[in-house]
């Protein structure tokens, strides 16, 4: 999952220390993991990780993204001419 989502042109937006943030919640995920041993723990922790890390990690991304600068609104020209 850690590769699609470093694959998405929203991650690659965002700044280096950003990405490694993202990255740093993922090996955590992992490392969690890989502590547990129950068969039914790990199951359901990889449920978990399907429905909600994916969508939360996308979220934060999309949080994170710098926007652009809103194009400038051109302003209407005025009708008459000159006043003055």
Not at 3 to 21: N, Y
Not at 32 to 47: E, K, M
């Amino acid at each position: 999952m850690a590769e699609k989502i470093t694959q998405t042109s929203e991650f690659g937006a965002l700044p280096s220390d950003q990405q490694a943030r993202i990255r740093e919640g993922f090996a955590t995920q992992k490392s969690g993991l890989a502590a547990q041993s129950l068969i039914p723990a790990l199951r359901n922790r990889a449920t978990e990780v399907r429905a909600n890390l994916l969508a939360d990690t996308l979220t934060r991304i999309v949080a994170l993204t710098p926007t652009p600068a809103p194009a400038p609104t051109p302003q209407p020209e005025p009708v008459g001419g000159e006043s003055g």
